[in-house]
């Protein structure tokens, strides 16, 4: 129901799509789509059904019935009204058209409307007055160019002149039907499309019935707002702690009461009172529920299935002292469970509410949106806009371009040149106060002030030049420039959860004409949510949000959904947080569930040179100011047009990879993603641990060859096999190893002429992990092309890494220097250097260097730098003696398994060409996880694998954080005052937000001190982190690790 007025008492089916209409009491409404629509009292609309009309509508299932303004002969306004079955082709010639599955030839002919030696003439009119059924060649016209659709004055549906159509057995056409103008649907398409006092009439129907709508809400709204809230406007509480109930009822109250809703805060001791409550009628639009276990029982889950049964609207949310993880969750109690960790301040149960979606999306329009477009017209109306109602007519034309729609802008030119526009990026462009920025406006601008986003007060404003209806922004009360922090990624989810609206951002260089920051509103719908909604896209879950590349489109297009609202707002900022620190311009926008992030290759593509260009044409809508260009404008043009102005796939494919990597992290893994590095994340301990490198062997090796490698490396490190991976589904193959080996294979079949296969389908199938075409792909491209040495190797390849995965985590156990005669005793350490340094080797190492500075140049890498030396280049016929892989070409030929495939892909192992092609290629499945490569690298870890390596960083003495000073001193703890003042945000990380917050819950609800809270966590191995700042609620705290004593 999209801006619609429904009746009470009316009968509308669920999956009915009602958009822009009004449905008086006693219609009933089947499986059908009401478009801009006034169904008068008692109408009637069968399944399968479209209709475009005002009046009392008598229709069946799977009929289309539009009554639609036209111009007759004597160019005066008139309405046509076509009626016709779903399955009739109005274009087929007249002898094998149909009208509601009946021949229309056939039956005019039967009914004696057929004239002329070779009835080639219909009569249409009481008269006797005929058309031609053919043209000047003598080919039947089709139904399509026949004037023999029904004209009235009349702005209401008359369906005496239609309802003998889906009689035509029986009946003939009515005397009425035959005394009526006629017109053809090529002269309805014609008007509709080039004639402006046409499409001028139609906005004044639509207008009228806007205004029509918006009265009938103002009472039967109302009056279901009462019904819902007498019904709907209750939140249960369930929990066997009074103090958790007491103070968790009033917060829920306070929450609800500052998003303008009053409710009943249940709450119930036992899951057995809730479920009784619901039984007896009540329906709770959230709930929050104690996790609650009886020996091997786990009795919360009664209570869910229960309410998902008797209550199937109401929000659940799962709250517990016990920290899950969301498959935990999603397992015990099913999909679309929310969770937090007791206790919880109010802050973050706000957050979570707002997450929840319960007051908006796509359930409708709310309050918000009410209100906002209320101020917006009483503004129109005193003339705040900086337009004419001249130019917001210009607005007004708009055409459809294939699915896109095209419409013109109030202006013909840009108001203003942005002052950046030839500078080289910056996204965070300093604010300049003295040039024009949103807190300059005039008082009247703004619509709704006082909006609490994000913890801080943003407000709703006009945009002075609006290109539709409604369009507004949201700004922050304190400008700033357009550059965004995590705060606002709150307040953006927040006010998604509040409005019916498209809400989308432009960035410097993406669109943004104003260096002040603004998120912009729309209340039409871009075709962008209608093409997600027809794709059936691959979702890949992170927690409790999940993301999928957009293919098909134009743009590159990245996409994330989810019902967390915490998770949701990190996923969004990790996503702007990556794109701005490389400086790539981007747009995001959001309807409903779904949020579009759009990188932006150049800020517009050349066919709309000087012209805005920003999220709304991405998304599908176009502004243009060009009039010829409106004009001209093809399907083919708005394609290439997005194509052209993207982020190029290369530069996207690495955003994918490194985004999916990072959400790892901060939404599924055990570590926290913190944007500004800050906080000890597994990857960080992980990386600047000193003592701890990883090796991938990929492919399933053989035992023999897997131990005899593993004994290799027991020579200085300990070896640890962190995991196991049987046999692997392609799809995890491409998820592995996409972004290296098989990326690099398909870059060099690119470089081939001549090759027959689409290497961009390739590409596109490995980015969106898409199995079974990949495998379709490279199935046919092997046999299209049967001499191509590197089509078979990557067959090869991707058949031998199916065969699974060992992981070996070192922990070093010898000296640098030691390690350096070990596995390179030729140059005692220079040919692992010549490795790490590639071609800075020569600058570094002087060819006089002794054996002493050549391990203290060693020393000063890191050292999984240093195991990546000692494995040896990647091509194995370059590895210096006695690295891992000149080792492993050895063993390789071992690998019975390999040998069978190099057999079977049509390679000759006694072949030296084939050889070095099969070896080379399987030789690099041994892999150091460099740096910039550990997100991914340890998101692959099994479970297994995971904890094995969190025990070794635990247990090696190395890997543990350096302690700190038991007492800072006075000067230290105002130099990190000073450190957060000047940085205006607090120096955190996950675990010592975690402390915080739940030591000032439990010192505000007495049941507890700081001390022992903290002294029982570090008790129970749940923290381990270096020293760390923490500002939370107003606390402020330095935490010290020594010796095991906090």
Request: contains cysteine.
């Amino acid at each position: 129901r999209i801006y619609s007025s429904i009746a009470l008492s009316a009968t509308v089916d669920q999956h009915a799509f009602c958009l822009v209409s009004k449905i008086e009491s006693g219609c009933n409404v089947g499986k059908a789509i009401v478009y801009r629509s006034l169904l008068r009292e008692g109408s009637n609309i069968g399944d399968g059904s479209l209709v475009y009309a005002k009046g009392k509508v008598e229709i069946g299932e799977n009929e289309v019935l539009t009554h639609v303004h036209t111009q007759d002969n004597n160019k005066t306004m008139t309405h046509a009204l076509l009626y016709f079955g779903s399955r009739d082709n109005v274009k087929q010639p007249v002898n094998k058209a149909t009208i509601f599955g009946v021949s229309f030839f056939n039956w005019a002919d039967k009914f004696g409307l057929l004239r002329g030696e070779q009835k080639d003439q219909l009569c249409v009119s009481s008269d006797g007055s005929t058309i031609s059924l053919k043209d000047q060649k003598g080919n039947y016209l089709s139904i399509f160019d026949l004037s023999i659709w029904p004209m009235a004055e009349g702005h209401e549906v008359d369906m005496e002149l239609v309802a003998w159509m889906t009689s035509t057995e029986k009946e003939e056409p009515s005397k009425k039907y035959l005394e009526a103008p006629k017109t053809s649907i090529s002269q309805i398409s014609q008007n509709q499309t080039t004639n402006s006092q046409v499409y001028d009439a139609i906005m004044r129907r639509d207008d009228e019935l806007g205004k029509e709508i918006e009265q009938a809400k103002a009472v039967s709204v109302a009056q279901e707002i009462v019904s819902a809230a007498q019904q709907r406007q209750t939140v249960f509480l369930v929990d066997d702690e009074q103090s958790v109930r007491d103070i968790f009822s009033g917060y829920l109250i306070e929450i609800f009461q500052g998003l303008g809703q009053e409710v009943v805060c249940r709450v119930f001791r036992k899951n057995e009172e809730a479920l009784e409550a619901l039984k007896q009628g009540a329906r709770p639009i959230l709930a929050l529920l104690d996790f609650e276990v009886s020996g091997s029982e786990l009795k919360t889950r009664d209570l869910v299935f229960g309410m998902k049964k008797l209550s199937s609207q109401t929000k659940m949310v799962i709250m517990s002292g016990y920290e899950f993880t969301p498959e935990f969750i999603s397992v015990n109690f099913g999909k679309g469970i929310s969770y937090f960790l007791k206790p919880a301040s109010i802050d973050e149960i706000r957050k979570l509410v707002m997450g929840l979606g319960i007051f908006g999306g796509q359930n409708g329009e709310t309050e918000l949106d009410r209100t906002n477009k209320a101020e917006w017209l009483d503004r129109w109306d005193k003339g705040v806009f900086l337009i004419t109602p001249e130019q917001a007519a210009r607005s007004k034309i708009q055409r459809k371009v294939g699915p896109f729609t095209a419409r013109l802008t109030p202006h013909e030119k840009k108001l203003r040149k942005p002052a950046w526009q030839d500078m080289p990026v910056n996204l965070d462009l300093p604010f300049d106060p003295s040039k024009f920025n949103f807190s300059k406006i005039k008082p009247e601008e703004i619509l709704v002030d006082g909006l609490k986003l994000g913890n801080k007060n943003w407000r709703s404003i006009i945009n002075g030049s609006p290109t539709e209806q409604f369009a507004s922004m949201l700004v922050p009360e304190i400008a700033c420039n357009q550059f965004l922090h995590e705060e606002d990624i709150v307040a953006f989810i927040e006010y998604m959860n509040l409005t019916s609206a498209c809400v989308f951002y432009n960035s410097l260089w993406a669109g943004a004409s104003v260096n002040s920051k603004h998120f912009q509103l729309y209340y039409s719908w871009p075709y962008l949510f209608d093409f997600i909604g027809q794709q059936n896209l691959e979702w890949a879950d992170f927690g409790q949000v999940a993301v999928a590349d957009l293919t098909g489109y134009g743009s590159n297009i990245s996409l994330i959904k989810g019902v967390n609202g915490k998770q949701k707002i990190l996923a969004l900022w990790i996503a702007v947080d990556y794109l701005q620190k490389r400086n790539i311009p981007f747009e995001f926008g959001a309807l409903g569930d779904i949020i579009a992030v759009m990188p932006v290759g150049k800020e517009g593509p050349a066919l709309f040179e000087g012209a805005p260009w920003g999220a709304p044409e991405r998304m599908g809508l176009f502004n243009v100011m060009d009039k010829a260009l409106f004009e001209r404008l093809t399907y083919e043009d708005l394609v290439g047009a997005l194509k052209d102005a993207t982020l190029a796939l290369p530069g996207y494919t690495v955003f994918l990879r490194e985004y999916h990597g990072m959400l790892y992290f901060g939404l599924k893994g055990e570590a926290a993603y913190v944007p500004d590095g800050q906080g000890p994340s597994l990857v960080n301990r992980f990386r600047d641990s000193g003592a701890i490198s990883t090796i991938l062997s990929k492919g399933g090796l053989d035992k023999q060859v897997f131990f005899e490698l593993v004994k290799h490396l027991e020579k200085g490190f300990k070896v640890h096999v962190a995991s196991e991976a049987g046999q692997l589904s392609l799809r995890e193959v491409l998820t592995r190893w996409g972004g290296t080996g098989i990326t690099k294979s398909l870059d060099k079949l690119a470089e081939e002429k001549g090759l027959l296969a689409d290497i961009d389908e390739a590409r596109r199938d490995l980015l969106q992990r898409r199995a079974t075409p990949f495998s379709r792909w490279l199935e046919q491209a092997v046999q299209s092309n049967p001499g191509n040495v590197e089509l078979r190797a990557l067959k090869l390849c991707v058949d031998y890494l199916k065969g699974g995965a060992r992981r070996i985590i070192l922990e070093k156990s010898a000296d640098i220097a030691d390690l350096a005669v070990l596995y390179d005793p030729e140059g005692r350490g220079r040919n692992i250097l010549r490795v790490i340094l590639k071609k800075e080797y020569e600058k570094v190492v002087s060819a006089q260097a002794t054996d002493q500075q050549v391990w203290d140049i060693l020393k000063s890498c890191s050292f999984q730098d240093i195991t990546k030396g000692i494995v040896g280049e990647t091509n194995i016929y370059k590895a210096h003696k006695s690295s891992l892989r000149e080792t492993f070409s050895n063993l390789i030929r071992k690998d019975e398994r390999l040998l069978s495939l190099a057999r079977e892909n049509g390679f000759d192992i006694d072949n030296q060409a084939d050889r070095e092609k099969v070896i080379g290629l399987i030789c690099n499945g041994v892999h150091v996880a460099s740096n910039s490569e550990l997100p991914e690298e340890l998101a692959l870890l099994s479970p297994v694998g995971r904890k094995a390596l969190v025990d070794i960083l635990n247990r090696a003495p190395s890997a543990r954080p350096r302690p700190g000073k038991a007492t800072p001193t006075q000067a230290e703890v105002e130099a990190t005052l000073k450190q957060i003042r000047e940085q205006s945000l607090p120096i955190y990380d996950l675990s010592s937000e975690v402390i915080f917050r739940a030591a000032s819950e439990l010192r505000r609800i007495n049941e507890g001190s700081t001390a022992m809270l903290l002294e029982r966590l570090y008790a129970n191995n749940q923290i381990h982190a270096p020293p760390v700042v923490g500002v939370f609620n107003g606390v402020f705290g330095l935490v010290y690790f020594e010796d095991g004593i906090i």
